[in-house]
C-alpha cells in the first residue's frame, strides 16, 4: 500500500510563489509515475503536471505551462510542485498521485494511489 502526504499549500497573493511537497511511504519509490492534480470548487478533477520514472518525461496542462515545474527526489520518495506567478485561478485544492507504471496518463482514473490534498488559495 502507497501512501502520500502532501504539504506546502497556503494562502498567497497573485504573482507569489509556493512549492508543494508529496512524500510517499513505499519501497521503490522510483518505480512510480507520479502527477499532481487540483480541483476547485464545483471543478472536476484536473491533471497539472506528471512526471515519468527517471523524471525523463514531463508534461503539464495548457494553464501553467511556463509557471509550474513537477521534479521528483527518489533518495527522499518525495515529488515537489514548484509554482511562480500564482493566479486566483490556481485556487484548488491540490493532490498528488502514484501508479506503479513508467509514465502516467492524464485521467485521475490512471492513478492508483492519492494523497489527501493541500489548499492553495491564491487572492487576487
Known amino acids: 500500500q502507497v501512501q502520500l502526504v502532501e504539504s506546502g499549500g497556503g494562502l498567497v497573493q497573485a504573482g507569489d510563489s509556493l512549492r508543494l511537497s508529496c512524500q510517499a511511504s513505499?519501497?521503490?519509490?522510483?518505480?512510480?509515475?507520479l502527477a499532481w492534480f487540483r480541483q476547485g470548487v464545483t471543478k472536476e478533477r484536473e491533471l497539472v503536471a506528471r512526471i515519468s520514472r527517471s523524471a525523463y518525461l514531463t508534461s503539464y496542462a495548457d494553464s501553467v505551462q511556463d509557471r509550474f515545474t513537477i521534479s521528483r527526489d527518489d533518495a527522499k520518495n518525495t515529488v515537489y510542485l514548484q509554482m511562480k506567478n500564482l493566479k486566483p485561478e490556481d485556487t484548488a485544492v491540490y493532490y498528488c498521485a502514484a501508479h506503479k507504471a513508467y509514465y502516467g496518463g492524464k485521467a485521475p482514473e490512471d492513478y492508483a494511489y492519492w494523497g489527501q490534498g493541500t489548499q492553495v488559495t491564491v487572492s487576487s
Open positions: 513505499v519501497l521503490s519509490f522510483n518505480t512510480y509515475t
